[in-house]
């Protein structure tokens, strides 16, 4: 061992320091002498009695000894000392698993994932340690989960309605840990005190019957349009020098296209003349009208094999609606934690600053008929003022950004 001394007044006093006995106990471990390590490391900590990471090493050396109601004495210790220290909190998930103590491993388990540094930052045995956290928290969620379900089960009123039954599974999962909360994000355009809704309830919006109701007609004028191939371009057009991320293999493709009737608020006259059951339509919406910026309204055509990444959107003061017009099967839409299977003729509508993503894994392509509508918690004059905000920046700067909303 690394000892020093000296003699003062006739007694010998040692010098080892607890950096130099922590030193000393990690070589005697690893000659298997564990029972000194765990000598040499409560003479460190009664010398360093702050350090957390002694403590821990003691935890191991105690543990390696069968001692398993000491390792976690040490372990509690090091926590006390640094409540964050992800190894220790990783330790005690352990610790009192093996003690059978499974629901609080699982506790503990669920602050070493909250803690946990990047996978490619860990150590092979540390990573398989992390594995076995998440895998005990995933299953005590699942159970606990089960168990919450089954008293709500049971409380439910016959007067439940579907939305109250949806926001409390989301309030659940989110209590659990199984759900994300998911906030608007808008890239631009920010409005306050409007509810972050992911899919908003069809009472909001009367008109979305008669919508779905002249489905037919709109997705015959879809199929015929696609016939011909002529007028669609792809939906995403950013130039060389925009910060593409997520939409570099998408952008200027026609794997994701559109056949525009509005957009940037832009009439395509040719378009519309070649809809006009479909525009008749669109004219009982109540679309936001913003000069060279909104509303926006197409035919958008996904092709197979062909996933749109998550994103937000611009700007939460309007809402986007979807009319399914042609989903073959192994289509689906997610926005925030509900995932949707688009079905023929049955719309929604959601807002887009939530983050959302859309997929088609068919060999078949996928239509939808897509337009924006008005937040309906934005009064007459609230609309109005956006409108003035939005064309008074424009006429400042004296030019619309493309995809500025």
């Given amino acids: 061992m690394n000892s020093e001394g000296c003699l003062c007044d006739g007694f010998f006093v040692s010098l080892d320091t607890a950096e130099s006995l922590n030193r000393d106990a990690a070589q005697a471990l690893a000659a298997g002498k564990t029972a000194e390590a765990r000598a040499l490391l409560e003479a460190a900590i009664a010398r360093d009695p702050q350090s957390p990471i002694l403590r821990l090493n003691l935890a191991g050396a105690r543990r390696a000894l069968g001692d398993l109601a000491g390792a976690l004495a040490a372990v509690e210790e090091a926590l006390r000392l640094q409540p964050r220290l992800f190894l220790a909190l990783l330790m005690k998930g352990a610790l009192l698993e093996r003690l059978g103590r499974t629901k609080e491993a699982a506790l503990a388990y669920s602050c070493a994932v ?47 309605s579907e939305r109250e039954r949806r926001r409390v599974e989301t309030f659940l999962g989110t209590a659990l840990g199984t759900h994300r909360v998911y906030r608007q994000e808008p890239t631009d355009f920010h409005y306050p005190e ?13 008109w979305l019957t008669a919508l779905e109701q002249a489905t037919p007609d709109i997705r015959q004028e879809a199929l015929n349009v696609m016939q011909y191939d002529s007028g669609f371009e792809p939906y995403l057009q950013y130039p060389d020098t925009a910060p593409l991320d997520q939409w570099r293999e998408l952008n200027r493709s026609l794997r994701w296209s559109a056949f525009h009737f509005y957009h940037y608020g832009r009439r395509y006259e040719e378009n519309c003349a070649r809809c006009p059951k479909t525009m008749a339509s669109l004219a009982q919406i109540p679309q936001p009208w913003v000069a060279q910026r909104m509303p926006a309204a197409m035919f958008s055509v996904l092709k197979p094999k062909t996933r749109i990444p998550p994103h937000t959107g611009v ?4 809402l986007v609606v979807h009319l399914p017009l042609v989903v073959p099967p192994g289509c689906g839409f997610r926005v925030g934690n509900e995932v949707r299977e688009w079905r023929v003729g049955q719309a929604w509508v959601f807002d887009d600053t939530i983050e959302h993503e859309a997929w088609n894994e068919s060999d078949q392509v996928r239509v939808i008929l897509i337009c924006d509508v008005w937040n309906p918690r934005l009064s007459a004059t609230e609309r109005e003022l956006i409108r003035t905000i939005l064309q008074a920046m424009d006429e400042f700067n004296g030019f619309v950004q493309q995809g500025a909303l």
């Fill in 194 to 206: 409007l509810p972050a809704i992911p899919f908003w309830d069809r009472e909001e919006f009367p």
């Fill in 315 to 318: 700007a939460n003061v309007r």
């Fill in 114 to 160: 909250a803690q946990a540094p990047p996978d490619h930052a860990l150590d092979e045995p540390t990573r398989r340690a992390l594995m076995r956290a998440r895998d005990l928290t995933g299953n005590y969620a699942l159970a606990l989960g089960d168990f919450i379900r089954s008293k709500i089960n049971a409380a439910w009123g016959p007067a439940a």
